[in-house]
């Protein structure tokens, strides 16, 4: 859980610092950055983790519902879990909708306006779905992990005044081929979308062997944010160490695709 929370506290600081020149960018210890990583506790991450992976029941229109599967064939569960998410973002304070591309897809979006850049945005986020190995799919790692830490970001920046736009985004069908994220950043692309960078977690939850080392998907285009966010690291997080990849199997695909950081 340490390493989880951990994290947290780098996408948490990341978003203060990105969005401006590297040469002007200076990463100094906050007491008040400090204080937002504070509020994630064990309590508030494993809760939603379980409440996503149908390990405890969740109340949606004052109903008691179970979200038993995420696997992607079984659009009716999908659809409880995307209202969750929805109304989560909902109860933050945030403006959200669904962005429904097919008969199948749908995502979820939710919307912090930046007060000096709003036309100007990064994007927090992760998929929802789950790849079967049989109808029940409960995907507590691969993928509530990365839920979590979307919905648990939108929770802790919702008094926080960012000068950048911020969506936090839960994206669908990326098992069967990054389908949503991929419906969305060639929307944003051919509407001339200033996404200025964006942060994917994948997988978060599960370090196998406790090396306390996490791996960054990164590519020529997006190193000034990497940099960024090693700096964060190193600041708030030094118990993490990392390694780099240019594996194209998540949905940060979908934006270097498109030429988004």
Same mark, same amino acid.
């Given at each position: 859980?340490?390493?989880?929370?951990?994290?947290?506290?780098?996408?948490?600081?990341?978003?203060?610092?990105?969005?401006?020149?590297?040469?002007?960018?200076?990463?100094?210890?906050?007491?008040?950055?400090?204080?937002?990583?504070?509020?994630?506790?064990?309590?508030?991450?494993?809760?939603?983790?379980?409440?996503?992976?149908?390990?405890?029941?969740?109340?949606?229109?004052?109903?008691?519902?179970?979200?038993?599967?995420?696997?992607?064939?079984?659009?009716?569960?999908?659809?409880?879990?995307?209202?969750?998410?929805? +109304?989560?973002?909902?109860?933050? &304070?945030?403006? !959200?909708?669904?962005?429904?591309?097919?008969?199948? $897809?749908?995502?979820? %979006? @939710?919307?912090?306006?930046?007060?000096?850049?709003?036309?100007?945005?990064?994007?927090?986020?992760?998929?929802?779905?789950?790849?079967?190995?049989?109808?029940?799919?409960?995907?507590?790692?691969?993928?509530?992990?990365?839920?979590?830490?979307?919905?648990?970001?939108?929770?802790?920046?919702?008094?926080?005044?960012?000068?950048?736009?911020?969506?936090?985004?839960?994206?669908?069908? +990326?098992?069967?081929?990054?389908? &949503?994220?991929? !419906?969305?950043?060639?929307?944003?692309?051919?509407? $001339?979308?200033?996404? %200025? @960078?964006?942060?994917?977690?994948?997988?978060?939850?599960?370090?196998?062997?406790?090396?306390?080392?996490?791996?960054?998907?990164?590519?020529?285009?997006?190193?000034?944010?990497?940099?960024?966010?090693?700096?964060?690291?190193?600041?708030?997080?030094?118990?993490?160490?990392?390694?780099?990849?240019?594996?194209?199997?998540?949905?940060?695909?979908?934006?270097?695709?498109?030429?988004?950081?």
């Amino acid at each position: 859980m340490k390493y989880y929370i951990s994290l947290f506290a780098i996408l948490l600081v990341s978003v203060q610092f990105t969005g401006k020149a590297k040469a002007q960018v200076s990463v100094a210890y906050s007491p008040v950055v400090d204080s937002i990583i504070g509020l994630v506790t064990d309590s508030t991450v494993s809760l939603l983790v379980r409440q996503l992976s149908g390990d405890t029941t969740i109340v949606l229109g004052g109903e008691t519902k179970t979200i038993s599967t995420r696997n992607y064939q079984f659009n009716n569960v999908q659809d409880i879990a995307a209202q969750f998410v929805l +109304e989560k973002f909902q109860e933050f &304070g945030y403006q !959200a909708r669904y962005q429904n591309y097919s008969s199948t $897809g749908r995502n979820v %979006l @939710g919307y912090k306006i930046g007060t000096r850049y709003p036309d100007k945005k990064y994007i927090i986020c992760a998929h929802y779905d789950n790849m079967p190995t049989a109808a029940i799919a409960p995907g507590a790692d691969d993928n509530a992990s990365g839920v979590v830490a979307v919905l648990e970001a939108a929770r802790l920046l919702a008094d926080f005044p960012t000068e950048y736009t911020i969506e936090f985004a839960i994206w669908d069908e +990326e098992e069967i081929g990054l389908i &949503g994220s991929a !419906a969305y950043a060639d929307s944003a692309a051919a509407n $001339g979308d200033q996404i %200025l @960078g964006v942060l994917n977690y994948d997988m978060i939850a599960w370090d196998s062997n406790n090396d306390f080392k996490l791996t960054l998907g990164t590519n020529t285009l997006s190193q000034n944010l990497t940099n960024e966010y090693q700096d964060v690291m190193r600041i708030y997080t030094p118990e993490l160490n990392w390694n780099y990849t240019s594996i194209e199997a998540s949905d940060h695909a979908s934006f270097w695709n498109q030429n988004y950081p």
